[in-house]
């Protein structure tokens, strides 16, 4: 079956958007996904995993995809607009996933997937404020409609509160020393750019460690994001929402990025398990494979964990 009409973004490769869906063989082998299924993908994004779904449950089946990205979801019903069976797309938080599906009429569904990285075109785009590598306004919003911004993160916060993001979110072992920088630079004059908080970072931290390793605002910027979105919260109140929707023999796939999201996955896959509920089907979790490793650099961190409903 052929999802890719003439025309369009359906010719343009994932690559040349600045985005490569992570571990598709090993999601769809998880899922176990078949004709005439229904599966809602929690996180669409470009709708590469979504596609790559469409493809295989074809005409009888039925895809639901969340996303709060505006510009992702334009992106992804492009590209999916090809897809014979029932596709219905729609802005909301993935934590409101029961509300979504009830709806839509949909009960009881064959597979759910969650991809839980920042997607390339919010990292790539300067205006969006995600990356310390592109100057931009203080902004990692996933959903540009909410209401807390980085900038309020950065600029508001007390010191306390500040340095609480940096380390639990961030695990960031010099966040006291940033986050009081941060105080002391934003009562001279507000910050507005990534650039200038990064700045700041480069100032708290010795010289050697902001030469070794990642970028030395990795975990700051990564922190703050988290916490601008309630990335944890949203997951942990998921997952259990999830499970239940799941018909018997239904499978639920998570792919993480970093040890916070993927800790979180692990205790709750295991909790169901224990229960007699859920059979996890990943002992450890899946990594990519060297060559997809070399093709597509972000893809490095990828963790992924799969689980059936046994009851």
Not at 19 to 44: N, W
Not at 147 to 165: K, M
Request: hydrophobic share 40%; net charge positive.
């Amino acid at each position: 079956m052929t999802l890719r009409p003439a025309g369009g973004i359906d010719d343009v490769p994932e690559e040349r958007l600045g985005h490569i869906s992570v571990m598709s063989r090993e999601v769809g082998a998880a899922l176990k996904l078949g004709k005439g299924m229904t599966v809602v993908d929690c996180t669409l994004g470009l709708g590469g995993h979504s596609l790559m779904m469409a493809e295989i449950i074809g005409v009888g089946g039925r895809l639901v995809g969340i996303d709060q990205d505006d510009r992702a979801i334009v992106l992804a019903k492009e590209r999916l607009k090809g897809f014979s069976g029932r596709l219905d797309i729609v802005k909301s938080n993935f934590r409101n996933m029961n509300e979504v599906l009830d709806g839509l009429g949909v009960q009881a569904v064959d597979a759910v997937l969650f991809d839980l990285g920042v997607s390339s075109i919010q990292l790539d785009d300067p205006a969006r404020g995600f990356s310390f590598r592109r100057d931009g306004p203080l902004d990692m919003r996933m959903d540009a409609g909410a209401q807390v911004s980085a900038f309020d993160v950065v600029n508001t916060f007390p010191e306390e509160e500040l340095a609480r993001v940096l380390w639990q979110y961030g695990e960031e072992r010099f966040s006291r020393r940033i986050a009081r920088n941060i105080v002391k630079a934003r009562a001279a004059s507000v910050i507005n750019t990534t650039a200038e908080l990064t700045a700041i970072i480069l100032r708290s931290l010795p010289y050697k460690h902001s030469r070794e390793g990642a970028h030395p605002a990795t975990r700051s910027f990564q922190g703050i994001r988290i916490a601008v979105n309630q990335e944890l919260e949203s997951l942990e109140s998921v997952l259990g929402v999830a499970f239940t929707r799941l018909k018997p023999a239904g499978r639920m796939c998570v792919i993480s990025f970093h040890s916070l999201e993927d800790r979180i996955v692990k205790e709750r896959f295991r909790s169901l398990s224990l229960a007699g509920s859920a059979a996890v089907l990943t002992k450890k979790p899946l990594r990519p494979s060297p060559e997809e490793e070399s093709a597509n650099p972000r893809s490095r961190s990828a963790r992924l964990r799969a689980l059936e409903r046994i009851l």
